[in-house]
């Protein structure tokens, strides 16, 4: 598919190569997902023999020939100014991009309505302040977060997403459930084990956030550590 122009671009990306060229697929999807949209085989997809990229998230363990690689994020949205919340209490921001539940398909869902429930409940009580927005575009997201004491990205999968860099690198905790080979591939790629995502599935949210919104130094010193371990990795 890549071949012609029967692909979601409309462009032949083969053809478009000069003789001698060298070219790379960096992998950004589950192989079944680019499969559907490019009609092929998701085996064919594993086994082409042009060099192969992915990024070192959930992808990497169904790309056994590609290289895990970093996704890069713009520093400069460090220096998006934080905004305190207003209510007096955490303001607490989750941007999921679908609304699927928890048992919808892996990787496709963060679990929006349980989480959402988890933090309204939370809202009611007076613990949290909630922004919970989906479609939101890019730059209307990033200035959201920026008010935001805590970002939540997936407590469900066991990945993180492009939203824990973002978040991280604008000085803010963040929440995200790592699975054992998302948390090594992590280590890995950064030469750390030290990691700055506050690991917390969805069973532990109420009470991590419990803890977390009844301590404004320990948020603070997390966003700091966050910011300083983006800096540094």
């Given at each position: ?21 060298r ?15 490019a009609?092929v ?73 349980e ?12 613990v ?19 008010t ?11 990945s ?19 699975d ?54």
């Amino acid at each position: 598919a890549f071949g012609s122009t029967a692909n979601p671009f409309g462009f032949d990306f083969l053809g478009a190569l000069k003789p001698g060229a060298r070219h790379v697929m960096h992998w950004h999807s589950s192989p079944e997902f680019t499969a559907r949209a490019a009609g092929v085989d998701p085996q064919t997809l594993r086994d082409a023999a042009i060099p192969q990229l992915v990024v070192a998230q959930y992808h990497e363990r169904y790309y056994p020939r590609a290289r895990p690689a970093p996704l890069i994020v713009d520093h400069a949205l460090s220096a998006i100014p934080h905004v305190a919340g207003s209510s007096g209490v955490p303001h607490v921001v989750f941007t999921p991009s679908q609304s699927l539940s928890w048992h919808a398909e892996r990787w496709e869902t963060k679990g929006k309505p349980e989480v959402a429930r988890v933090l309204r409940t939370l809202e009611r009580r007076g613990v949290l302040r909630a922004s919970i927005e989906q479609e939101l575009p890019f730059d209307a997201c990033q200035r959201l977060r920026a008010t935001a004491d805590i970002v939540i990205d997936d407590v469900v999968t066991g990945s993180f997403h492009t939203t824990s860099l973002e978040a991280l690198s604008m000085g803010k905790p963040t929440i995200c459930w790592l699975d054992a080979r998302a948390r090594a591939v992590l280590s890995e790629l950064t030469g750390t084990n030290d990691l700055p995502l506050i690991d917390a599935p969805l069973h532990a949210l109420e009470r991590v956030l419990v803890e977390l919104c009844a301590q404004r130094d320990l948020l603070r010193d997390l966003g700091q550590y966050a910011h300083d371990w983006m800096r540094r990795h």
